[in-house]
């Protein structure tokens, strides 16, 4: 079942992606290439296995519960595209958060 | 003195013995930047003026005999990933271009306080992704061996930087293999640390289970000087591993007789250039008459290796770059109404398109009724991998591959077929998956291009890969000159 | 068919804020009411490079929560990334716990919806895990819609938050907020949260559906925001559940929905439709490693978990005989518990005693003077003091009063002011007989009424001596000294 271009342009909405149309059909193919090569991995075995997300053999690494300094405020703010006085500003917000 | 061909342990003496000031070598480091830049393109900035003064500095403390190490004031150039306070941090992309890190990342830290010069950022495939450096988004770098050819990638711009003589050492990041495929096709050392033995905090990551700090040097003595200077934990990285400091250089020079080298033989045929399986094979006649013993070993899921990494590092990636969305740094669309099209457009114009092919597999693989399919397989296999890998490791020292399947190819000869580019990582990524150390050392040349040989160790034994990695070295003979750019 | 002929289905989803110094993936300041962006550092703020190192105290009070809750707790956990995107989340995930919370499958018990309002009713609780806050937006308009830009706030991004998810076991709105209550009173116990609800320190959605009372299959349910108090809880709830009942008496259907609740209008609207749900692609966080909770780390902690509410109940009405109703009002609050127990253990009386001094005069002045029970200047041994005062026979109880609300504004010695303002008992016939004579010679027709055997009146004669001693004199020797004159 390949991926058409309404496909990409929907998991690219999922992304937060502007396509072009070009953009879109060009990765369906591409997508579609890819997808069809990591399918292989069907054919491992895998009952019984559990998955890998991390390699380092590490558990419970934690800080204390202390303070440390902050940036400045107007470190924090140094890369902002748009700020006003001590916040950073953004266009409106049509959506409700979660 | 002509500086620019010595190795870094070289200059090291002739700074302590003040035969040469930091200045001096800077200078000659930055007059060779300024000579083959406007070819090779390795740097995306170069701050010649914070490089010199850092230079002084150093010259004053060494003369009040206060020198903070060895390395102070040799030259370093550092991959456009890595955080650096005061200097642009731009990830080779549109969406970071002014973005300028309030924060040095830890290894710079680390070269910092060891007195190093850090002449400058270099290019790379946007955010890591990429075999070739072309992936850049402000311009591709050549490679000095043949200017038609790619340097390799994602650290394209730190490889052909040190062949071509532009800094002595650079560091890079490797993520299935973005140190170690440069440093192939660029005829240098280039080593991946074990996960978690180089802290990854300022590391921009591309995919965090699989990133690491990596070296690329002149030979493999700098790697290991280099390495000694930036390994050690981090508290600021959870992944961090706590191990005891190792002089790595004074672990050169110990004999490999006995020592074990397996060859997987997955790794050969297929793709693989024959030149470049013969040049493996003739490295490891050279290993034998070192006394080694080598051996053939047969790992099965190696061949699954390259989707794997095709599944989880997308999927890692598609969540670490969703923070490029304008809204508290870097490239912002500024004509958008709406947050949701500022996201949007931001994040479309932004991104390259290597970049959003990747954040779009990612997406898919975790989007719901896919992530067991592949995401979830996909962690499994690693499992597998990870587990006979580490069983080769139980009797074989170290595993010997290709690094890559061919010499360094021509710009502009993959770009249109993604599929292919990633093959070239396709002996590299297992070392990612698996979290062990490798290292690529130059081993032959091909139509006028350096191929690499791979070597692969045990988990938190790079004193032993660097070893037998020297060893290799110093016995093949095979001493790649500087390239010979304009 | 009128809202009874439906039960109301209550799950609620509840977010506290832990009480911790720091952050709980970076080192920045937890404190409340801070400048814009003052306490925000590379990691909070999501800057490219930057990694999280969880804070123990948060696991830790993760931990007691779940045990506070009757939970079980996970042997290995660990965290994941909750993908969406929003300007006031900085890295376009939420660290977050998505198959394995830390703490899973316990209970709270609360009174339930009986005719008799006296059973207690265990409320599953599903899950508890640990996540990271967002950032807070202000919107330039009146509302969200209105804006036409929004300003961020990252100083509340990285707060530990625990998400507390209850089974669908709530079958009111009555219901649902005595659940909160407890809950909140739980978590204050444990020390785990301030919950503070007017800071967003603790925060509820709820999710509601209705079915016909005998049907066993679950409605369609929406989900409910916007709650900043128990109250708006409990109202909201009854709002929606009255709407879902209007929608299916019309035979329409419930649509899966979020809404939120307008304090103003006192309605539930509609926010967003649950079929353009997100899908939130999580995966395990590569930047934080795994969780492994041994049991004698969850050991450790219990030990460390303070007398629960019920528990001192139980024991104030069996081992110190106080009354059901003061057990249950004292024990609901950790400090007024505490505070209780010290004045038991100093004062050698009955604790029946200090019940009535706590929740008369004590709770009278808390209220009237409106300072926290932590600063009351009255420590638990002038507490004692003016009890022990009145037993001695040294104040009389009225006398006791006035000396009471002196020692809580003053934080005076009860005995010196005492001393200080002559306010002992007079016990002593020689002193009182001449104010006793006095008061017989005053009211003739009382004391017609006395000898005439009407022998109440000799209240009335005693309240009139204690008055004029200004309620110095010793009642019981006043009552034998008229009963002496009047022959009695
Ligand atoms: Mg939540
Ligand atoms: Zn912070």
Known sequence: ????????????????????????????????????????????????????????????????????????????????????????????VLEINE | MELISKPVHELIDLLETRAISSEELVGQYLDRIEQVEPTIKAFITVDREGALEAARAVDESRRDGKAPSRLAGIPVAVKDNICTKGMATTCASEILKDFVSPYDAYVIERLRSAGMIIVGKTNMDEFAMGSSTENSAFFPTRNPWDLDRVPGGSSGGSAAAVASGEVPVALG??????????????????????????????????????????????????????????????????????????????????????????????????????????????????????????????????????????????????????????????????????????????????????????????TYVLSEGNYDRYFRKAMQVRTLIKKEFEQALEHCDVLVTPTTPTVAFRLGEKTDDPMSMYMSDMCTVVANLAGVPAVSVPCAKHEGCPIGLQLIGRSLDEALLLNIAYAYEQASGFEIEKASVV | MPLEDYEIIIGLEVHAELKTESKVFCGCSTKFGAQPNSQVCPVCLGLPGTLPVLNKRALELTILAGLALNCKIAEHTGFDRKQYF?????????????????????????????????????????????????????????????????????????????????EPDLRSPQEARRFLEELKRLLEYTGVSDCKMEEGSLRCDANVSLRKRGETRFGVKCEIKNMNSFRAVEAAILHEAERQAELLDAGEQVEPQTRGWDELTGTTVFMRSKESSSDYRYLPDPDLVDLVIDAGMVEALRENLPEMPGQKRRRYVEELKIPEYDAELISGSRNLAEYFESVVAVYNGPAKIVSNWVMGEFLRLINQEKVEIEDAKISPEEFAAVLRLVDNGTISGSVAKGVFEEVFRTGEDPESIVKRQGLAQISDADELSAVVDGIIEANPKAVEDVKSGNHKAIGFLVGQVMKETKGQANPKVVNQLLRDRLGL
Do not use: W
């Open chain 2, 173 to 362: 990041s490797d993520t299935g293999g973005s140190v170690r495929t440069p440093a192939s096709y660029c005829g240098v050392v280039g080593l991946k640390p074990t996960y978690g033995l180089v802290s990854r905090y300022g590391l921009v990551p591309y995919a965090s289970s699989l990133d690491q700090v990596g070296i690329l040097a002149g030979n493999v003595r700098d790697c290991a000087i280099m390495l000694g200077a930036i390994a050690g934990h981090d508290p600021r990285d959870s992944t961090s591993v706590k191990t005891e400091r190792v002089d790595y250089e004074a672990r050169l020079y110990n004999d490999i007789a006995g020592r074990v080298v397996g060859i997987p033989r997955e790794c050969f045929g297929g793709p693989i250039d024959p030149h470049v399986t013969e040049s493996v094979y003739a490295a490891t006649k050279t290993l034998e008459r070192l006394g080694a013993r080598v051996q053939e070993v047969s790992i099965p899921t190696l061949q699954y290796a390259l989707a794997v990494y095709y599944v989880i590092g997308p999927a890692e990636a598609s969540a670490s770059l969703a923070r490029y969305d304008g809204v508290a740094f870097g490239y912002r669309y500024k004509q958008a109404e709406d947050s949701v099209s500022m996201f949007m457009e931001t994040r479309g114009r932004g991104l390259g398109p290597e970049v959003k092919r990747r954040i779009l597999i990612g």
């Open chain 1, 1 to 92: 079942m390949a991926l058409t271009a309404d496909d990409v342009n929907q998991i690219a909405r999922l992304a937060r992606l502007s396509l072009s149309e070009n953009e879109a059909e060009s990765f369906a193919g591409s997508l579609n290439g890819i997808l069809d090569y990591v399918q292989k991995i069907d054919e491992v075995d895998t009952g019984g296995v559990e998955p890998t997300s991390r390699v380092a053999r590490l558990s419970n690494v934690v800080r204390e519960d202390r303070v440390e300094p902050s940036l400045s405020t107007e470190e924090a703010l140094s890369n902002a595209p748009d700020k006003s006085g001590e916040y950073f500003r953004v266009p409106r």
């Open chain 3, 86 to 166: 929003y300007p006031d989340l900085p890295k376009g995930y939420q660290i977050s716990q998505f198959d394995r919370p830390i703490c899973y499958d316990g209970f709270i018990e609360i009174l339930a919806d009986d005719r008799d309002g006296n059973e207690v009713k265990r409320v599953g609780i599903n899950r508890v895990h640990l996540e990271e806050e967002s950032g807070k937006s202000v919107h330039s308009g009146t509302g969200i819609l209105d804006s036409s830009y929004s300003l961020l706030d990252y100083n509340r991004s990285g707060i530990p938050l625990i998400e507390i998810v209850s």
